[in-house]
């Protein structure tokens, strides 16, 4: 039995996840950590990170940017492992974190899905075969109206995970509304589509001469990233100090 804490347990994902491990017969959530706590909870809840004193396997950081710092510092104490979901962290936190896994095992992924990251596995391989015979690439996201940043930090690893492959020769074009020229070989156009309630949906284009491949996927609710985060959470549990992301766990 996995037993998790849930850092963030009253927001949106973390009432997700929640739930999964409810229904998971190999996980139990026993305690959380939330700001705010109206007793819903079948766990024990605390306002803040240091305040929990329940042994736990593996942490799940659902969370926002101001709360990572002392979650780093409780996991380095503790000796906890932690799954951190959690983006938008400033350049510093960033080389926190790299210096907390040096003592703790942490998995960071900019997108939890699991079929989103083995969308990135396929399109190295893709890359790899399709670029070189002169395949032009393309990555069109989609997002609800209420999101913030664009492009979304997951096109952003899908461009960067195709660049990878081709020794990050190309540059990032989000805009061609400013030139009148023939598209460069060595670009990767990404755009950002905002509207209604759409959860995410991506689109990587391979567009060649007499034939376009394209990568899809769609998530229908943010369920899959509770589930990749659930999956991630089974694999860290025990795991050495290091840094690991969703590629460790599709293997």
């Known amino acids: 039995m996995i037993k998790v804490i849930m850092h963030g347990c009253n927001g949106r994902m973390g009432q997700v996840i929640s ?51 002392k979650l780093l510092d ?3 104490d503790k000796n906890m492992p932690c799954v951190l979901c959690t983006t938008g962290l400033s350049e510093e936190q960033l080389a926190k974190v790299a210096e907390v896994s040096k003592k703790v095992a942490i998995l960071k992924s900019a997108n939890m899905s699991l079929g989103i990251n083995l969308l990135i596995k396929m399109l190295k391989e893709a890359t790899g075969v399709l670029a070189p015979a002169g395949y ?16 979304s930090g997951t096109a952003l690893a899908l461009a960067d995970s195709i660049n990878a492959e081709l020794n990050n020769e190309y540059e990032y ?70 840094m690991y992301d969703m590629s460790d766990v599709i293997g």
């Open 19 to 69: 739930g999964l491990i409810a229904a998971d017969a190999d996980m139990e959530m026993v305690a959380g950590v939330d700001g705010r706590d109206d007793g819903h909870n079948s766990y024990p809840v605390f306002s803040e990170i240091e305040k929990c004193d329940v042994e736990a396997d593996c942490i799940i950081d659902f969370s926002a940017a101001p709360a990572v710092d």
């Open 74 to 76: 409780y996991c380095v």
């Open 136 to 151: 032009d690439i393309e990555i069109v996201e989609k997002h609800h109206n209420q999101k913030l940043d664009a492009p």
């Open 173 to 242: 074009v989000y805009d061609r509304s400013t030139r009148r020229e023939k598209r460069p070989v060595k670009e990767i156009g990404i755009s950002a589509v905002r509207g209604g309630t759409i959860v995410g949906d991506h689109d990587v284009i391979f567009a060649g001469m007499d034939e376009v491949i394209t990568f899809s996927h769609t998530a229908y609710s943010r369920a899959v990233f509770g589930k990749g985060a659930v999956q991630a959470a089974k694999f860290l549990a025990g795991k050495p100090a290091g």
